[in-house]
């Protein structure tokens, strides 16, 4: 990672196309989800498949955001979403290494339609918490956000 903007070590360029929140097309009023990705094992599965999982999830967002951890403390990935499948409709249409019956039935995957990293990553706030599981914003809360308390 390069100021804030991940790279793809081979070409050093952005993995993903980078772009402003205020950019982003959509009512203000969009449903945003919000969880947390450990960019060591977390980036490679976006990167791979366009997709985030396996998580619980009971409605689908309009976009979903990626927090990644440690040691970067950010949002920084938004993705629009295309559909909120079951693990078993995710792994009948990608190749995984890992064991299907590892993960629990509820559990789903989000695919995204297109996938953009933010140029201005929202930060860590005091209330660290709070990205210890699934967070629901709206893109207007999200494009005013400072850091991760105004979500």
């Not at 629990?104 to 209330?127: H, M, N, V, Y």
Request: glycine share 6%.
């Amino acid at each position: 990672m390069r100021d804030d903007v991940i790279l793809n070590a081979e070409r050093d360029e952005p993995l993903f196309p980078v772009t402003e929140l205020s950019e982003v097309p959509g009512d203000d009023g969009a449903k945003v989800g919000v969880y947390a990705c450990d960019f060591e094992r977390g980036m490679p599965f976006v990167y791979e498949h366009e997709a985030w999982g396996f998580i619980r999830i009971a409605s689908q967002p309009d976009y979903f955001c990626l927090y990644l951890n440690r040691p970067y403390q950010q949002v920084q990935l938004i993705g629009k979403v295309a559909e909120v499948v079951s693990k078993d409709e995710f792994f009948s249409q990608h190749d995984l290494s890992r064991d299907p019956e590892e993960i629990a039935d509820e559990k789903k995957a989000i695919q995204f339609e297109s996938i953009q990293q933010l140029s201005t990553p929202i930060s860590l706030g005091e209330e660290s918490s709070r990205m210890q599981g699934l967070l629901y914003t709206t893109l207007s809360d999200l494009r005013s956000a400072s850091t991760t308390d105004d979500l």
